[in-house]
């Protein structure tokens, strides 16, 4: 679980990395948003609730296509690693996104 401002902004900006909106939920109209986003078997949860989570925190997401994945967040550069290739970036609650994939 990530926390966020907004948390539909944040669903749409995880969009570039293939998630899409599952569901949402609020307790009331004038409460907190709570939404579910879903790539493939991976499904991160995204909380306006104030304590639900801190942001800040890294989240590591493995992708089958690196460079298509780099582009659609504007990085230009993918690091190599011994295990593989990854990049970073920040969403837009400042929590790091590290995004992966193996050697094979």
Sequence with gaps: ????????????????????????????????LYVSIVRGDAEIHLSEHTGDARSGTLLYLYVDDIDAAAAACGVDAVGQKDWGREFEVVDPDGNRIRVGALNR
């Design 1 to 32: 679980m990530t926390w966020t401002r907004d948390a539909i902004a944040t669903a749409t900006w995880f969009g570039r990395l293939g998630f899409v909106k599952q569901w949402e939920h609020r307790f009331a109209p004038d409460l907190p």
